[in-house]
């Protein structure tokens, strides 16, 4: 099946909507426009829940001490131009679009009874607001980008979400909350078509796992690999309807911006051109940073903002709202460096950075090319 005609699959897959998609100026605001929009020009929205701080992990790289110093680091840059908003707890009816009721009820045990669910992901009595907490915080994104409320946004808030899979909590992660933000655009805001990108240095399994048999979401993951949680190989690209929907990327130990933003230019973003996703999401996790101690990969602060001009003029383009997730990052300063050049990448724009398609592009667009003839075409 050609890449059009996988495009068409995936829109043939939800009702038709009409365009959804927010038209924005040359300044980074937006104007949206059609049924229900508000033309307005709006402020990049932040989403933050002291809850955040009562998900009690004790000595653990995944610690309050993450949202305590990106939240510092915020304020004394008067939180970069983003209006604070405090992030609604996700529903159960939310929920349940990715998870099951089991899940949701083992969850909520565990943390009732401080139970942690293996070596990785402990809980408190706190943690089960904090995770409704940060699926809540995702949909509320979702809602004001769908809307056209805001022309971009960030969730900082813990625990992460895309290890969590519907039926299992792993990996630091409770709700799958780019899944639940994905989900909830696709089946109560109109949405028929999803790109969401992880660039966490961890396969976002959760999310892989959410959407394996699902063309209505386009998901991307750029990893490293072999590494854990032990999935996301290059020639797992979906099953069922949704072959050729999952694009997992993976790099090597030591992998830096050029294999990154490679795999954005010459995989993802020709990828998404055909897919026409209405909305845009952004897995940001920042452990891919040389500084962090749970990885070996070079970026640098820096490499996170070209990520983010990257995604942001993709969904320019496209005229898709983008926002973006906080997942993983535990080395404080790297974190906090990278998380504010995304945010002002994001808010700003900018032109994106160009590289050659090197070998790891070449060798994906080898693979993937069976599901999207596009990537078979000569690259720079």
């Not at 699902?214 to 998901?219: D, I, K, M, R």
């Not at 996170?304 to 969904?315: C, E, G, I, N, P």
Request: negative net charge.
């Amino acid at each position: 099946m050609g890449g059009h005609q996988r495009a068409e699959k995936a829109r043939g897959a939800r009702a038709d909507h009409g365009h959804v998609g927010a038209q924005r100026c040359r300044d980074g605001a937006v104007h949206t426009q059609g049924p229900g929009y508000r033309n307005a020009i709006a402020a990049p929205l932040l989403f933050r829940h002291p809850a955040s701080l009562e998900h009690d992990t004790g000595l653990h790289p995944e610690r309050a001490d993450r949202i305590r110093a990106l939240d510092a680091a915020l304020e004394e840059r008067d939180w970069l131009g983003y209006a604070l908003r405090e992030a609604p707890p996700a529903t159960e009816e939310q929920l349940l679009r990715v998870h099951s009721r089991e899940h949701l009820e083992d969850v909520r045990e565990h943390c009732r009874a401080e139970l942690a669910f293996d070596a990785d992901t402990p809980v408190s009595s706190g943690s089960w607001e904090a995770g409704l907490a940060g699926a809540g915080a995702a949909v509320a994104l979702t809602e004001a980008l769908m809307s056209g409320e805001a022309p971009t946004g960030f969730c900082a808030t813990r625990p992460p979400g895309h290890h969590a899979e519907p039926n299992r909590a792993m990996g630091f992660c409770l709700f799958s909350n780019a899944a639940v933000a994905a989900r909830h655009a696709l089946d109560a805001l109109g949405a028929e078509r999803v790109l969401v990108l992880d660039w966490d240095v961890h396969h976002g399994n959760g999310t892989n796992e959410a959407f394996r048999f699902a063309p209505e979401v386009l998901f991307a993951s750029i990893h490293r690999w072999p590494f854990y949680p032990g999935s996301g190989a290059l020639d797992d690209s979906g099953s069922g309807p949704g072959e050729g929907f999952n694009l997992n990327l993976p790099v090597p130990a030591g992998a830096g911006e050029d294999e990154w933003l490679g795999y954005v230019e010459h995989i993802v973003a020709p990828v998404a051109r055909e897919y026409r996703p209405d909305l845009v999401l952004v897995s940001a996790g920042f452990d891919a940073h040389r500084a962090d101690p749970l990885a070996d990969c070079n970026l640098e602060a820096v490499s996170f903002a070209h990520l983010a001009r990257q995604v942001r003029s993709l969904a320019d383009e496209l005229e898709a709202p983008v926002g973006a997730l906080l997942e993983g990052g535990y080395d404080l300063d790297a974190l906090c460096a990278s998380a504010m050049a995304t945010m002002e990448a994001l808010a700003h724009g900018g032109e994106p950075r160009r590289v050659a398609r090197g070998p790891l592009a070449a060798g994906a667009a080898q693979s993937l090319g069976r599901h999207w003839p596009v990537l078979r075409e000569p690259g720079p």
